[in-house]
């Protein structure tokens, strides 16, 4: 059976796996998702991109916060800010059950991969997921005020400060999933495909991790990744204003470039097929379609496109 491994962090990854789910088999599926984004908040262990990728496959994501839980309250937050607690991270009730789980399962010695894909199958996910490591890895965000965590740059400062680079605590040390491991050196995988996600905070933290980008390289099966930006703007998250503050052309050809090292192919959006060129010279083979993903059907239609480019890797 062809494998195919999608490698993603949050909400712009998760759209794109979505369309691959509805495309192929659940046994044929596998994702690889970042957890540098994880911290303990109010004693609790959150995994946001875990999370994400869980909603959003089993239909339970909001489409109209673009986070959380659908149906959602916030009682309990309600409660905690009328005890004067800090509140600026916000925990749904449903969403809380995900935490609290997750957080007795830790403490009672069980590895997140283990939890996590217990999770999946509650939530009726036939693929199946791997964090991108069990031990503890965590985004540091260089600001011109100072280092501070990723949460506390993405959510309480609203990606407001100016970055002038990012680190990965603890990656240095930190394993590669095994089951991520084994994948790529599966014979039976066929293709690995990186989602539109930030590179330097979603996918980077993965790639921080030593022999990651090796295992990538050598993998026999193609590897392609799809472009976050179009025509210059990332479409969800603050990628392009990361890009352009860190002094790099925000230009889908320059996320092709941080790749280049281990990827096959690379995917561009219709607008932005003047950098074909560029993206040739790099090595690569280049593919252009729409990768604007609105409705499911966009979704559908990126990821199929994305398994014919793949194919055609293959008979190149």
């Known amino acids: 059976m062809e494998k195919y491994l999608a490698i993603t962090g949050g909400v712009g990854g998760a759209k794109l796996a979505l369309g691959l789910s509805k495309v192929l088999e659940g046994e ?26 869980m909603y959003t496959l089993s239909g339970e994501s909001n489409t109209e916060l673009g986070w959380g839980r659908k149906n959602e309250s916030w009682q309990f937050m309600d409660a905690l800010k009328q005890l004067g607690e800090e509140s600026w991270f916000n925990l749904g009730d449903r969403d809380l059950s995900v935490h609290i789980i997750r957080t007795q399962k830790l403490r009672a010695g069980q590895q997140l991969t283990e939890i996590t894909q217990a999770l999946f199958a509650q939530f009726g996910i036939k693929a199946s997921v791997f964090p991108m490591t069990n031990d503890s890895v965590s985004t540091r965000v260089t600001t011109e005020a100072g280092t501070i965590s990723f949460q506390h740059y993405f959510v309480k400062e609203q990606c407001v400060p ?8 603890g990656a240095e040390t930190a394993r590669v999933n095994p ?14 495909i990186l989602c539109p996600s930030n590179p330097y905070v979603s996918i980077d933290p993965m790639l921080s991790l030593p022999g990651m980008r090796d295992l990538l390289h050598n993998c026999k099966a193609p590897v392609i990744a799809v ?18 503050e860190l002094s790099i052309p925000s230009t889908a050809s320059a996320v ?7 990827l096959d192919g690379f995917v561009l959006d219709s607008s932005d097929a003047g950098l074909k060129n560029a993206v040739e010279q790099l090595g690569l083979s280049a593919f252009t379609t729409q990768t604007l993903m609105v409705t499911l059907q966009d979704r559908i239609q990126l990821a199929e496109a994305c398994l014919n480019f793949i194919n055609l890797l293959h008979r190149s």
Do not use: R, W
């Open 256 to 262: 092709a470039h941080h790749y280049s090292d281990f």
């Open 162 to 169: 100016k970055v002038q680079g990012f680190s990965f605590e």
């Open 179 to 192: 089951g991520i491991q084994q994948l790529l050196l599966d014979e039976d995988l066929h293709g690995v």
């Open 227 to 244: 472009s976050p930006i179009i025509s210059g703007q990332a479409i969800k998250g603050p990628t392009a204003k990361m890009m352009q």
């Open 28 to 53: 044929q599926l596998h994702f690889a998702v970042n957890t540098a984004d994880d911290f303990t908040h109010l004693g609790l262990n959150i995994c946001p991109d875990i999370d994400t990728l």
